[in-house]
Structures are given as C-alpha cells and as structure tokens.
T-cell receptor, first 114, second 107 residues
C-alpha cells in the first residue's frame, strides 16, 4: 500500500522565481492538504483540495496556489518566491469524514530560496 | 495568542522516566484532537487521537479537558526511541499544529 509521495525531495530557487511541488495521496484517499513548516515551528495549513476544488484555505497570500487532478494528485505552486518561503512543504492526504479525519503526511519537499 | 500552545522544551529525561506534555488551544469550537510525533527531518506521524474520556496506547496516555481547553500526553517508561518532537494538533476547519515539544531521552 503506497503512502503519500512528494516530489521533488529538495529544491533550490532564487528570489522571484516560481516553484511547483507535487503530491500523490495515499491509496483510497481523495483529499489533499498542504502545509508549510518553517524551522523550529509546527506545520502551518496552506489549503486543502477535495473534488478538484480548494475547500479550505489558511492565512497564506495569493502567491500560493494549488490544483488537484482527477486522479486526486495535487500540485502546490508558489510565485514570486521570497526568502521567507524557505521551508519544508508537507502534503497530507485523508478521506473527508466531516472533520476529525486522520491525515497521513508525505516526506515533504525542502525548499531553499536564495 | 497562538491557537495551539505548547512548551517548546527541550525535555531531557533519563530512560525509564515518566514525562508529561501539556497543550492549550484557543478555539472552543475545535472538534478533534491529536498528538503527532515528528522525528528530526522527517514528516509528522500520528501518535494517537485524544478523547474526553482519556485514552491509552501502551506506554502513552492522552487526556482532553474541553472545559479548560487543555490536552495532555503522558509517556511512561521512556525509551531512547521516544526522542522526537511531539506536536499537539487541533482540528477545527483544518488541522492546527502547536510548535511542538522536543523530547530527548538519555541513556
């Protein structure tokens, strides 16, 4: 049973560039959430996708956007990168049971913005 | 005020010790509660859900006090392998994580 997978594992970009991160959910899951984890902090919720639509969004600017495909995989796009965007980006998948669902995390993508 | 607050630690304890972590949350509408464990440079993994009646899983016991908006995790007979960061998580509209409490179990 494949767990949540993410690509790439590491990425280095420069300020102003754009980046796309990818996530494939755990088998049987149709909901994907994205989180940003800065060093020494807990993960911060970016947004959640279900049925190819953004269902919820955290306090992140419009530079952060996403997409979910019919096969439930998802992308996170960040435009106009800032130094402060350097973080571990985590994808989590779940099934929508109306709250309280367990989320399973992928290994993350480490983004460094120079 | 942060939505979920935890003591960042680190907690340095000897093997075999009992250690307790506490967490408070601000959103009284929160529906479900969890403890996640995160090893260094790894993803968070669910340790256990937390229920008002309290629940136990081996050496781990979690408690929830909705009136005080307080969550706790007790680890008995600490092992070296318990060394990690423990994240308190509250689910309202989305999962909200505390900053984590680092535990270092020493031989």
């Amino acid at each position: 049973d494949a767990g949540v997978t993410q690509s790439p594992t590491h990425l280095i970009k420069t300020r102003g560039q754009q980046v796309t991160l990818r996530c494939s959910p755990k088998s049987g899951h149709d909901t994907v959430s994205w989180y940003q984890q800065a060093l020494g902090q807990g993960p911060q919720f970016i947004f959640q996708y279900y049925e190819e639509e953004e269902r919820q969004r955290g306090n992140f600017p419009d530079r952060f956007s996403g997409h979910q495909f019919p096969n439930y995989s998802s992308e996170l796009n960040v435009n106009a990168l800032l130094l402060g965007d350097s973080a571990l980006y985590l994808c989590a998948s779940s099934t929508p049971t109306g709250g309280g669902e367990t989320q399973y995390f992928g290994p993350g993508t480490r983004l460094l913005v120079l | 005020r942060k939505e979920v607050e935890q003591d960042p630690g680190p907690f340095n304890v000897p093997e075999g010790a009992t250690v307790a972590f506490n967490c408070t949350y601000s959103n009284s509408a929160s529906q479900s509660f969890f403890w996640y464990r995160q090893d260094c440079r790894k993803e968070p993994k669910l340790l256990m859900s937390v229920y008002s009646s309290g629940n136990e899983d081996g050496r781990f016991t979690a408690q929830l006090n909705r009136a005080s908006q307080y969550i706790s995790l007790l680890i008995r007979d600490s092992k070296l392998s318990d060394s990690a960061t423990y994240l308190c998580v509250v689910n309202g509209r989305a999962l909200t994580f505390g900053s984590g409490t680092r535990l270092q179990v020493q031989p």
